[in-house]
């Protein structure tokens, strides 16, 4: 069975920062695609940024040049660094990604972890 556990959130100011990180566990043969997803309150879930196993990446254009996706494939592990933070980046975070298991690639979800930009 596997597992997306996310970490990292938390509540911070205005044009501050804060990682979350996103590790995948379990009978994993192999990891492509992995990303981060948001969800606002009243929103739709939105596409925040995606990185593929060879470490090209793609992202939003509302948060270009302020957030940055990575991965660590030795550890199974995706990272989001977020600076320059807006109370408009207020949402559930969830990680994605895309894992063979034996025989079989379905996509996985973790279970959310909370960014609150306030004062």
């Known amino acids: 069975q596997v597992q997306l556990v996310e970490s990292g959130g938390g509540l911070v100011q205005p044009g501050g920062s804060l990682r979350v990180s996103c590790a995948a566990s379990?009978?994993?043969?192999?990891?492509?695609?992995m990303g981060w997803y948001r969800r606002a309150p009243g929103k739709e879930r939105e596409l925040v940024a995606v990185i593929t196993r060879g470490g090209s990446t793609n992202s939003a254009d509302s948060v270009k040049g302020r957030f940055t996706i990575s991965r660590d494939n030795a550890k199974n592990t995706v990272y989001l660094q977020m600076n320059s933070l807006k109370p408009e980046d207020t949402a559930v975070y969830y990680c994605?990604?895309?894992?063979?298991?034996?025989?079989?690639?379905?996509?996985?979800w973790g279970q959310g972890t909370q960014v609150t930009v306030s004062s």
């Open positions: 379990g009978s994993i043969v192999r990891i492509d695609n």
């Open positions: 994605h990604a895309n894992i063979w298991t034996v025989g079989l690639a379905r996509d996985y």
